[in-house]
């Protein structure tokens, strides 16, 4: 045996001693877990292979797609005066947001509702500077 003091052999730098492991979403700075979309990803057999870049970007992207549609549904909260979100605001952030209602268009929010849209054709109709007063033309006779 050599006199090196480590006794662990060459090189290597010391890997194994005393540093505490780091999950892959936190090496990417993400909150969305890396491990398990990447592991998901292999089960279900997409690709014959996948790289290793794969579930990294995909957590990304999933991650801005769920804080874009957060910071929508609570503006939509706060414009009605509550502090948590409902259906009703994820509902009202996507249909107002046209690129995240091309990508949710055939989506079905439950306990969302509908956009407030009443058809022109069906408003009451503007009142006349004409001479009769509360008579309409078709009930001229």
Not at 71 to 91: F, V
Request: hydrophobic share 35%; net charge positive; charged share 25%.
């Amino acid at each position: 045996m050599s006199g090196s003091g480590s006794g662990k052999g060459k090189g290597k730098g010391g890997r194994g001693s005393g540093t505490k492991s780091q999950s892959k979403s936190s090496k990417a700075g993400l909150q969305f877990p890396v491990g398990r979309i990447g592991r998901y990803l292999k089960e279900k057999k997409y690709a014959s292979r996948m790289g290793a870049g794969a579930p990294v970007y995909m957590a990304a992207v999933l991650e801005y797609l769920c804080a874009e549609i957060l910071e929508l549904a609570g503006n939509a909260a706060r414009d009605n005066k509550k502090s948590r979100i409902i259906p009703r605001h994820i509902t009202l952030a996507v249909k107002n947001d046209e690129e995240l209602n091309k990508l949710l268009g055939n989506v079905t929010i439950a306990s969302g509702g509908v956009l407030p849209n009443i058809h022109a054709v069906l408003l009451p109709k503007k009142a006349s500077a004409g001479g009769k007063k509360g008579m309409s033309a078709s009930q001229d006779y």
